[in-house]
């Protein structure tokens, strides 16, 4: 029942063009997407929310947009080089290649843990993983043996220079966070900003991820939305509460479901090699709890390394007191893909009307992706010329569309399945009194509202929709 939500939210994504394989026309490539013309839109809304929530209105909080190719040491310097790998196996007869924890994972699942040892999947590590997977002789999705566990680094590269022979590796960075750090330095000798303050970037990550799968939730290409706060070491604690705090006030603003997600604290053999406290905000998806952001409590780590590697001082010395250190770091990091995705799935609903299914999204006006539809009943040149009126006035403020085709019914069909909120119709009363109707899509109510207080109208409803930072 679950998974038959998420192929009918598919299904519409790919019908109502928000989502692509990625060069699909040549076969499509695993794990890569592209958006379409609502997708994009909608995207768009997402990232401008986050930006506004945890940019534009915090005074202490600052953005930056950095480049997507690193230099070789910037990964040396992060450990990811070293650590930033997934236990790999491979099926010994067809030779694709799988994630040991997600096969034990499904293996636990389907048989639970019959010898009664309590596995936690969570604190095994490579070998353990191989020894489990023999003892109990798990076979890969084909029914095939598969070999030992062995660590598979996630990083891509690629080389820059134009001679053979001459080229440098470079790497697609595996998480935005990390020109953060090295845009750091310019940002604190400006000699503009104090402890503590943030710096947040949206931006793309790239990882050889070994399983792509359920769609947006695991790809090889993605994005990112991170914020980096930097702290003195004794405010880490409050400064990483006061965080987790916030983003789950973000989330009480996005979901409407707001028991779809809960913060589960990361075991100590999950956490990533920089983290000494980390909080998953995980999502009640069709294929289970998935995470979509991680709270981490990077302490000094990423500071220091990279001073360490790159040979800059990156210590903050106190304009008050005159101490100098290292400062620690609060990160959040949410992908917005993963956001995109379930808030399809949290604003995907059906109901029954006049014995026929009406498929709604309901997402929030700030984010759907098409705040208002301009419906004229007529195709005449009249209601035609005030629908065009209508766009160029509402544009200032809002997306909009035109729809002229198919019967009425059909459109307001069409702009339900969307999530467009504001439905516009223009009738003949229209061309008599200028006034329009307006259909709220939620409670599919109808209102007479002036053409020339349309704008004050949508605002007003907007406002008076769930509270968010936007409106
Ligand atoms: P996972 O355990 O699911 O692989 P992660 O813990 O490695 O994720 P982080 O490095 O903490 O992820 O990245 C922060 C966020 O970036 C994640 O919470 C997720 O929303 C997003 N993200 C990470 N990897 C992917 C991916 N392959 N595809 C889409 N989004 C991703």
Known sequence: MKIDKFDKVMSLAKRRLFIFPGSGIYGGLTGI?????????MKNNIKKQWWKFMVTKRRNIIGI???????????????????????????????????????????????????????????????DMSEFIEQNNILSPDGNP?????????????????????KDVAYLRGEACQTIYLDYKYIIDSGRYKLPFGICQIGKAFRNEITPKHSLYRQREFEQMDLQYFVAPEEMEKSYEYWKGERENWYKMLLNDFESIRFRQQTKNELAHYAKVAFDVEYNAPFGWSELEGIHWRGDWDLSRHGQYSGNDLTY???????????????????????????????????????????????????????????????NENQLNISQTIFDDLTDNFNVE??????????????????????????????????????????????????????????????????????
Do not use: C
Not at 33 to 41: I, N, S, Y
Not at 146 to 160: D, Y
Not at 327 to 354: K, Q
């Open 317 to 379: 010395t106190d304009p008050e007191t005159g101490n100098k250190f290292t400062p620690n770091i609060v990160e959040t990091s949410v992908g917005v893909d993963r956001t995109f995705l379930f808030l399809l799935l949290d604003a995907y609903n059906e109901e029954i009307v006049n014995n026929e299914t009406r498929v709604i999204l309901r997402l929030h006006p700030l984010i759907a992706p098409v705040t208002v539809a301009i419906l004229p009943l007529k195709k």
């Open 65 to 127: 947009d950095g480049a997507i190719i690193t230099h070789n040491r910037v990964w040396e310097a992060s450990g990811h080089i070293q650590n930033f790998t997934d236990p790999l196996v491979e099926d010994k007869v067809t030779h694709k290649r799988f994630r040991a924890d997600n096969l034990i994972k499904d293996w636990l699942e389907k048989h639970g843990d019959s010898n009664n040892t309590k596995v936690e999947l969570t604190d095994m590590n490579i070998i």
């Open 146 to 166: 598969i070999t030992n566990a062995k660590s598979f680094n996630l990083l891509m590269s690629t080389e820059l220079g134009v001679t053979e022979g001459g």
């Open 402 to 471: 035109i729809d002229v085709t198919g019967s009425i019914g059909k459109r307001y069909r069409r702009q339900d399945e969307i999530g467009t909120p504001f439905a516009v119709t223009i009738d003949d009363i229209t061309e008599d009194d200028g006034t329009v109707t307006v259909r709220d899509r939620d409670t599919m109510k109808q209102e007479r509202v002036k053409i020339n207080e349309l704008t004050q109208f949508v605002q007003t409803k907007i406002k008076e929709y769930r509270k968010f930072v936007g409106n």
């Open 33 to 41: 997407f592209d958006f379409g013309p609502l997708g994009v839109e």
